[in-house]
């Protein structure tokens, strides 16, 4: 089964523990309540004669059916919850036209929440179609609630939900005025809306507008329960394009005001999910001019952590558009995303360097005054989240983004500079940590001021690892980051003092990068050697070595592609002439 979330795991705890409480009574309600209905002849006072006269058989087949019942619950119950007789049963007290017998039945899958550790057979899925369609809130009530904690304890297949039609059943119930009704079915539909075919399903049944319609509901509980089935159909494309149709954006922004956190919640992951799709973004932005906006900065100081770290993870799909960015800057939302990166909630900082590394891109109005401040933020992110790679991976990008010819020595003079060379020869960092710090470097290093700096720390561990790093070409993307950094070292032409002690290994990986198919790695195989070769102890271990052999290959294949290409122009430039 999924992983609930929190509020589903509470929920359903909540109903474990309700249900405990009245287990006792449950079963003596069920013996009483069956007994005196299978002695009863007269169960509905008003009925027209022509209806008496059918009374009889239809009383006699149900008394039958509850005296059955009731053996089976004295007698039998220990040894078979799920057999033939309580089924056939609990079939015909459901299909009953008496409320008394068919909430017997609907107790019963109340008392199977609390008693059955196995799937469900499907067979006894059937009871619940009369059940949910009853008449009698009650039985709703009781039926849905039941099939809820079947759907959230995973005894009961989602799947198999749509298959047998009780999704339509759910649907119907939304339309009943009875509050705790609507909550089960929506609450059902926000459990069904976990897996996709599920979505397209509930689409298909036109689910989406009853929804909407329970979002602006009174009743807190029913409200919360309609807006988290919204969120998890958020999660499929078709469903989103949808839901702006039908008028879901005011409704969602609306319900960020709410005082419930989680309707807030519900409602900012809704617009969040919407938001990842920038051709949503025209519509979202229309909605009292900007105040989307305004409302998500707004969230972001909440106290509810998790409603904060939403506002920024939506923010930060709005932020995909150069304008967005634009607009939240005038909005001072910079002071507001610092505070946040020194949360105590791992979520909270990761949302909130998330939205910074996206307002780090241009067009900014970032003076150095405020990027020295940033950084100062930054690094003490860095320090406290060093293996979260969330956090290296976003950190590390914002400082590229923020590095330009005014701030590279505010940069490099940074803790954040530091940061990203302890990230660098960290042994357990992941590959993909890794290829954003090289990266990273790599722009920092096209800089003579970065250059000067990492030369003049002799920095022997330094060397060994991007020697290392470029060796892997297993890692093809950090292997060409961590070459890109060494050869731009190469140019102050002093670098060559400090890799000597590694020269076979510098060798080595450049002897691949030269026979490497792409050709981007042999021109940086070929830009390396031509400085390095300044050093007389390079030059000569490269003039009587394999490079040299695998050099010359490389001449070859260049001098006989150019051939070609002129031959290919010649021929194009003849025809061109003879048009």
Do not use: W
């Not at 909540?14 to 009483?32: G, P, Q, T, W, Y």
């Not at 069904?192 to 979505?199: G, H, P, Q, V, W």
């Not at 990166?341 to 003076?367: F, W, Y």
């Amino acid at each position: 089964m999924s992983r609930l979330c929190e509020r589903c795991a509470q929920l359903l705890q909540d109903f474990v523990n309700c249900v405990r409480r009245l287990s006792a009574a449950i079963m003596e309600h069920l013996k009483e309540c069956l007994s005196a209905l299978s002695e009863c002849c007269c169960l509905n006072r008003r009925r027209s004669r022509v209806r008496q006269l059918y009374e009889p058989v239809l009383l006699s087949h149900e008394r039958k059916a509850a005296q059955e019942f009731l053996k089976h619950m004295e007698t039998g119950i220990h040894k078979s919850l799920v057999g033939k007789e309580s089924l056939h049963a609990m079939t015909v007290l459901a299909f009953s036209e008496v409320a008394d017998f068919q909430e017997s039945a609907a107790m019963y899958y109340v008392f199977l929440n609390q008693n059955l550790h196995t799937q469900l057979p499907p067979e006894f899925l059937e009871p619940y179609h009369p059940l949910l369609q009853s008449s009698d809130t009650v039985v709703q009530q009781v039926a849905s609630s039941s099939l809820l904690h079947f759907l959230l304890e995973g005894n009961v297949s989602k799947e198999l939900i749509v298959q047998v039609g009780l999704l339509e059943d759910i649907l119907e119930m939304m339309e009943s005025g009875d509050p705790v009704v609507q909550y089960n079915s929506c609450s059902c539909i926000m459990t069904l809306a976990i897996s996709e075919s599920n979505r397209e399903a509930i689409r298909n049944a036109r689910g989406i507008v009853p929804l909407l319609a329970l979002a602006k509901s009174y009743e807190p509980r029913v409200q919360q329960s309609a807006v988290g089935a919204i969120l998890n159909l958020t999660r499929s494309e078709k469903i989103r394009g949808i839901l702006c149709q039908e008028g879901a954006l005011p409704v969602l922004t609306l319900l960020l005001q709410s005082a419930d956190s989680e309707i807030q919640y519900y409602s900012c992951a809704s617009l969040s999910n919407i938001a990842a799709n920038q051709e949503h973004h025209k519509a979202m932005l229309a909605i009292g001019d900007k105040f989307l906006l305004r409302m998500l900065v707004s969230l972001m100081s909440s106290s509810v952590q998790k409603v904060s770290s939403q506002a920024c993870l939506c923010l930060n799909n709005m932020a995909s558009s150069a304008e967005v960015r634009v607009d939240l800057l005038h909005m001072d939302i910079m002071p507001l995303v610092l505070f946040l990166l020194n949360s105590s909630n791992k979520e909270v900082r990761q949302a909130s360097i998330t939205l910074l590394c996206t307002m780090s891109h241009s067009p900014g109005n970032l003076d150095a005054l405020l990027c020295e401040e940033l950084l100062q933020h930054l690094a003490m992110l860095m320090r406290m989240d060093r293996a979260n790679p969330v956090v290296v991976i976003h950190a590390t990008c914002t400082i590229q983004n923020l590095s330009r010819p005014e701030t590279i020595e505010i940069i490099v003079g940074s803790q954040c500079f530091e940061e990203l060379l302890r990230s660098l020869l960290d042994p357990n960092k992941e590959e993909e940590s890794l290829q954003y710090v090289a990266t990273c470097l790599a722009e920092l290093a096209k800089s003579d001021f970065t250059r000067k700096q990492l030369i003049k720390r002799k920095d022997e561990a330094l060397m060994r690892c991007l020697v290392r790093l470029a060796a892997r070409l297993e890692h093809r993307e950090l292997s060409f980051q961590a070459a890109t950094i060494i050869k731009y070292l190469s140019h102050t032409g002093r670098i060559a003092v400090d890799l000597k002690p590694f020269m076979k290994d510098v060798q080595a990986y450049l002897m691949n990068f030269l026979s490497h198919p792409e050709l981007r790695f042999q021109q940086m195989g070929i830009a390396t050697l031509r400085s390095l070769c300044e050093d007389p102890e390079f030059s000569e271990a490269i003039t009587h070595g394999r490079l040299k052999e695998q050099l010359e290959q490389v001449r070859q294949q260049t001098e006989e592609t150019q051939a070609l290409l002129r031959t290919v122009i010649s021929q194009t430039d003849s025809l061109n002439l003879k048009e």
